[in-house]
Nanobody, 123 residues
């Protein structure tokens, strides 16, 4: 079974940093695209970033460009999201997900999801 485990959320002040990690099991990372999504209260789920693991291509939504960095660690079978210069608007539950087709932040394209990890950014 494919399992994804997101961790690393917490409470941080505006301007601070957090590093989220998505631990994958039951799949070979280099055969997948891993996406990070977030959902704020009352909002739709939003694709934040994704990475085609074997090709190294990445995508970031405009609102996080220059602040967030997605990376993979084959040895640990994890995909991390380094989040710097956090803003209160970044507050959300963050999810990681996996799909085996193309680089996309359309959540409907992702069949495998981890549980969320809450990120709260205080002003």
């Amino acid at each position: 079974d494919v399992q994804l485990q997101a961790s690393g959320g917490g409470l941080v002040q505006a301007g601070g940093s957090l590093r989220l990690s998505c631990a994958a099991s039951g799949l070979a990372l280099d055969e997948y695209v891993i996406g990070w999504f977030r959902q704020a209260p009352g909002q739709q789920r939003e694709g934040v970033s994704c990475m085609h693991i074997s090709g190294g291509r990445t995508y970031y939504v405009d609102s996080v460009k220059g602040r967030f960095t997605i990376s993979s660690d084959y040895a640990k079978n994890t995909v991390d999201l380094q989040m710097n210069s956090l803003k209160p608007v970044d507050t959300a539950v963050y999810y990681c997900a996996a799909e085996s087709a193309w680089l996309t932040t359309n959540s409907h394209d992702y069949p495998y999801w981890g549980q969320g990890t809450l990120v709260t950014v205080s002003s």
